[in-house]
């Protein structure tokens, strides 16, 4: 990102990145579970998952992994991995609001820290994302 740009440039670059951005938080949901919702996702992102900014953060992210649970339990594996060595490299397919398979390639998943020191959730950038078959 560009040195010297005001907050609302810097937002609007990075929602306008070429590489998709997304984010996520432990929210408490209607039924009394917490999961991860999705509270960001820049133009890429909702390309690939095929949403609107509003539909994607609304969906927990568990939503865009197959149902399968072996498939789970390695996105919770992923997911505790980053939050104990504060980032990881992940490699797999998600898939969009319609079913379609999204690969994604070496994307980095890292923690959300504020400038107090206060865990904030969790994002990932996407260099290599794509459609397959």
Do not use: W
Request: aromatic residues 8%; proline residues 3%; hydrophobic residues 40%.
């Amino acid at each position: 990102m560009p040195e010297n740009l005001s907050v609302e440039e810097q937002a609007r670059y990075l929602f306008l990145a070429a590489p998709a951005v997304l984010s996520h938080d432990r929210v408490l949901l209607p039924d009394g579970k917490f999961d991860n919702v999705y509270n960001f996702g820049n133009c890429t992102a909702l390309h690939y998952f095929e949403r609107t900014f509003e539909q994607l953060t609304t969906v927990p992210s568990t939503n865009t992994c197959s149902k399968d649970g072996d498939e789970q339990v390695a996105r919770n594996k992923l997911l505790g991995n980053a939050i104990v060595k504060g980032h990881c490299v992940e490699t797999g397919i998600r898939y969009s609001s319609t079913g379609k398979k999204v690969l994604i390639t070496d994307a980095v998943l890292f923690n959300l820290i504020t400038d107090c020191g206060v865990y904030a959730g969790q994002a990932v950038i996407i260099e290599d994302i794509k459609h397959v078959d």
